[in-house]
Every structure is written in C-alpha cells, then in structure tokens.
Nanobody, 124 residues
C-alpha cells in the first residue's frame, strides 16, 4: 500500500520559515516526479512545486518563486519543501504528491498519489 506522509506543518509568524517533509512508503518513487500542492479555506487545490525524478529540474508556482525550495532524497524516498519568508496568504493545507505526469515546460504536474496533508498557518 502506497503512503505519502507529510510532516513539519504548524503555526509561524509572517516572515518566518517552515520545512515540510514527505516520506513515501509502499514503493520507491526514485523514477517519478514528486511535488507539493496546497489548498486554502474556500479555495481550490493549487500547484506549489514539483521536482523531477533526479532532482535536476524543478518548477514553482509564481506565488512562491524565490521563497520556497523543493528537494528530494531518493535514497530515503523523501521530498522536502523549504518555505522561507512566509506570508499569511501561504496559509493552507499542504499536500505531498508523487508519480503521474510532470511537464516542466508547461509547469504541469498531475500526480497519481497524494498524502493526507499538513496544516500551515502563517499569522500576520
């Protein structure tokens, strides 16, 4: 059974940082793209960041470019989202995602697997 388990969410003041981690189990994703989405209250789920299987290519939503960094460790089957300079508008449930299709040119990531999500709250 494939599982993606997120950790690292919490409450932080604006301007602060959080580091989200996602641990995958049940299969290896070393040949698959991985990434993060988020969903704020009353809004649709939106793409945040993605990384290709080797870590050589990454994509980001315009709203987080320059503030968030995605990375992965294939040996540990994990993906990390480092979030700096957080803003109140970053408040959302953040979901880890894996596999599916990732197209860097069009910044399109359609995952096959999803985690349960972790809450990130940024206070002003």
């Amino acid at each position: 059974q494939v599982q993606l388990v997120e950790s690292g969410g919490g409450l932080v003041q604006a301007g602060g940082s959080l580091r989200l981690s996602c641990a995958a189990s049940g299969r290896t994703f070393s040949s698959s793209a991985m990434g993060w989405f988020r969903q704020a209250p009353g809004k649709e789920r939106e793409f945040v960041a993605a990384i290709n299987w080797s870590g050589s290519f990454t994509s980001y939503a315009d709203s987080v470019k320059g503030r968030f960094t995605i990375s992965r460790d294939n040996a540990k089957n994990t993906v990390v989202l480092q979030m700096n300079s957080l803003k109140p508008e970053d408040t959302a449930v953040y979901y880890c995602a894996a596999d599916g299709t990732y197209t860097r040119i069009t910044v399109t990531f359609t995952p096959a697997y999803w985690g349960q999500g972790t809450q990130v709250t940024v206070s002003s």
